[in-house]
Nanobody, 117 residues
Framework: QVQLVESGGGLVQPGGSLRLSCAAS?????????MDWYRQAPGKQRDWVARITNSGSTNYAYTVTGRFTVSRDNAKNTVYLQMSMLKPEDTAVYYC??????????WGQGTQVTVSS
């Protein structure tokens, strides 16, 4: 069984930075998987933000390209989302998701990010 735990959220001023972490338990992290970050603002659908594969390939939603960076530390079973130049519209609950071998999906519980002055 896989468990994902996000952390690092909080309140930050516009233009500031935060780094989110997603720590995975279990051996699946070293299996063939992709890690995605999603976010959900109040009253809105959950939107995809970024992805990183086992090989380290990354992709980003156009809304965060150039501002967010996703990375992974396989030794720590952890994926990170470095967020810079934050805007009020980045306010949301951020979730990580692991997809193992293209079939099994696991979600974390989410971490709140609030961008406000």
């Amino acid at each position: 069984q896989v468990q994902l735990v996000e952390s690092g959220g909080g309140l930050v001023q516009p233009g500031g930075s935060l780094r989110l972490s997603c720590a995975a338990s279990g051996s699946a992290f070293n299996d063939i998987n992709t890690m995605d970050w999603y976010r959900q603002a109040p009253g809105k659908q959950r939107d995809w933000v970024a992805r990183i594969t086992n090989s380290g390939s990354t992709n980003y939603a156009y809304t965060v390209t150039g501002r967010f960076t996703v990375s992974r530390d396989n030794a720590k079973n952890t994926v990170y989302l470095q967020m810079s130049m934050l805007k009020p519209e980045d306010t949301a609950v951020y979730y990580c998701r692991m997809t193992v071998r293209g079939v099994h999906q696991y979600w974390g519980q989410g971490t709140q990010v609030t961008v406000s002055s």
